[in-house]
């Protein structure tokens, strides 16, 4: 058991990238997070606690190395009514419930399943995330000064061009440079720009172990089972079709029914340190591939 679950080569075969590229999706998950929070309608901490937690426990228990999981908008947008009518305690009992769901599925090898979805549904969910994410980011672009759109052209000029450059061009993730480069320049020009700070204020603590405080009976099953199926069923589905594309551009194989039991053990944890639930993030996932990650250690 220790052998399948804690292979060396999939820890320390890759320190370098594996720890830069970990570093890029680390930076990136935050405003994420904060957002999804939002979207759920909790506390920012929230979201940010569901990241940390999950991004950690997959990267032991999951079957996809290299993968990123943490909070997302898909379960997000799931949780909406459950928070508005219950609050965040029924939330947490949910995330619980659809833990255990996914183990239950990962112990019916329901992960098999993925093999019959055609390659153009993974091709058509990659081009729609892609146009899903680009919308987003237009509100950021809209009604604001001169400065975003020099910081935007900025960005993609060292994200696309960094790598060009001779003997350094590799060293480094051309987003993490991306990012450290003009943190730099707008801290110390003192460039007037929305901050991530203004998304919602960061946690100032680590999370703690939390039991939800609901009353244990079948009415409050009743609240909570409808949205833990549906968090349960989106959570794999992305997840193990996230699965699928990181197969394809890394060129190896997953274990799709240790990635269900994975994430059911992951939602746990999150919901016993005062997180949401999520699942992988396809996003992020084709980020910390594409700065060079490939290991459980990113």
């Not at 680009?134 to 950021?140: G, I, R, S, V």
């Not at 699965?243 to 269900?260: M, Y």
């Amino acid at each position: 058991m220790v052998k399948t679950y804690f292979k060396k080569d999939e820890w320390f075969g890759n320190i370098k990238n594996d720890t830069l590229a970990g570093i890029v999706v680390a930076l990136a998950l935050i405003p994420e997070a904060i957002a999804f929070s939002i979207i759920a309608g909790v506390d920012p901490k929230i979201g940010l606690y569901a990241s940390f937690c999950i991004a950690v426990v997959i990267s032991f228990v999951g079957g996809r190395p290299g993968m990123i999981s943490a909070a997302t908008g898909a379960m997000a947008l799931l949780m909406v009514t459950l928070v508005k009518d219950h609050g965040l305690q029924y939330l947490l009992a949910a995330t619980l419930l659809t833990g255990v769901f996914q183990i239950i599925a990962g112990y019916l090898q329901l992960g098999r399943f993925m093999s019959f979805v055609p390659r153009a549904v993974v091709v058509g969910f990659v081009n729609a995330l892609a146009i899903l994410i680009f919308m987003a980011q237009l509100p950021e672009l809209t009604n604001v000064t001169w400065h975003v759109y020099a910081l935007t052209i900025a960005g993609l000029g060292i994200i696309y061009l960094f790598p060009y450059i001779p003997k350094i061009g590799t060293m480094l993730p051309s987003p993490l440079v991306t990012i450290i480069v003009l943190t730099i320049v707008v801290f110390f020009m003192g460039i007037d720009v929305r901050t991530v700070g203004d998304m919602g204020q960061l946690p100032d603590t680590l999370p703690i172990f939390l039991f939800p405080d609901i009353p244990l009976n079948l009415e409050t099953l009743w609240i909570i089972l409808p949205y833990s199926i549906s968090l349960a069923i989106v959570g794999l589905l992305e997840s193990l079709m996230t699965s699928t594309i990181v197969d394809d551009l890394t060129d190896t194989t997953s274990d799709a029914n240790r990635e269900c039991k994975g994430q059911g053990v992951a939602n746990i944890a999150s919901g016993l340190m005062g997180g949401m639930a999520g699942c992988a993030m396809i996003g992020q996932s084709i980020i910390n591939v594409k700065s060079g990650g490939r290991g459980r250690l990113s």
